[in-house]
């Protein structure tokens, strides 16, 4: 992946995939860390599928055996001397909390640190893809602060009007854009 | 700064045009939007879509989805388009500037670029 951005709108499918109503992307940046969490309330993984979810050759995908979404995070974070983990509740064990959460905490000094890319774009995308669910974006560093959350949107737009209406997606994307450009 | 009062004057402005859309949309364009497509560069054909087909007037007629992985993952970014009555175009190795022009001649102007389509790329 070419951007970080990129594996953001990736591996927060797999949480649309495992059914998530509310799905969070928090980037937290320090001067030297990108610690990058994605976290949801969807149907969790069996502690056997978790055990093996960095596996290239372990995957939900039923086109071909092969997915490659958590192994190129984790690679893009080793690579960095970061790292990755997921925590996760199946619903079957968890059924009041299930969930899971992919953290990966990434150097991004190093020269193998992947841009995090056009960020704006990712979460864009992901909300026109499923209107649906909500999401809880925010970016937090040294020198500014981003948030969107679609529930409050949702409050506002009220029933009439879906959150992938594509005026609606422009504003959240202007929204998004000014609130990086502010802290500049 | 965008405000959440531009938001709400978007809903009203809606409100009169969700009734008319309703059971329209005979064109439906769909993106491979997997780990494979992703980073083949999909995301910014997908933009380029949602954003021409808003732009161009067509969202009565045209939806755009996203949608998993096609399974020709050597052909990403693939876009396939169904309308009804006629048979599946899919383009393949996509690009923004290439879908720019897929809106213009064909969901504008209803004739495919064959060029860019998966017969012409093998």
Known sequence: ?184 | MKSLAELAAIREKMKNRVVLREGQGDIRVVVGMATCGIAAGARPVLSAFVEGVANEGLSDKVTVTQTGCIGICQYEPVVEVFESGKEKVTYVKMTADKAKEVIEKHLKGGSPVVEYTIGNNQ
């Not at chain 1, 969070?24 to 069996?46: N, V």
């Not at chain 1, 958590?70 to 996760?88: F, R």
């Open chain 1, 1 to 184: 992946m070419k951007e970080l951005s990129l594996n953001v709108l990736d591996v927060a499918k797999n949480s649309v995939k495992a059914g998530a109503k509310n799905v969070g992307i928090k980037i937290t940046e320090t001067e030297e860390t990108l610690t990058l969490s994605i976290s949801d309330d969807g149907c969790g993984m069996t502690p056997e599928f978790l055990k093996n979810v960095t596996d290239p050759f372990c995957t939900t995908r039923t086109t071909r055996a092969v997915g490659l979404g958590i192994p190129l995070l984790k690679l893009q974070a080793e690579q960095t001397g970061g790292s990755l983990s997921i925590e996760s509740r199946h619903e079957s064990l968890f059924p009041e909390d299930h969930g899971t959460t992919t953290t990966a905490v990434f150097y991004k000094n190093h020269i193998d640190m992947t841009p995090l890319g056009d960020i704006c774009g990712s979460v864009v995308t992901l909300i026109q893809g499923s209107p649906d669910i909500d999401f809880l974006f925010i970016h937090r560093s040294p020198d500014f602060d981003v948030k969107l959350d679609t529930k409050e949107l949702r409050e506002v737009l009220g029933e009439d009007v879906p959150l992938d209406n594509a005026e609606v997606l422009m504003w959240i994307t202007e929204n998004l854009k000014e609130q990086y450009n502010q802290s500049l």
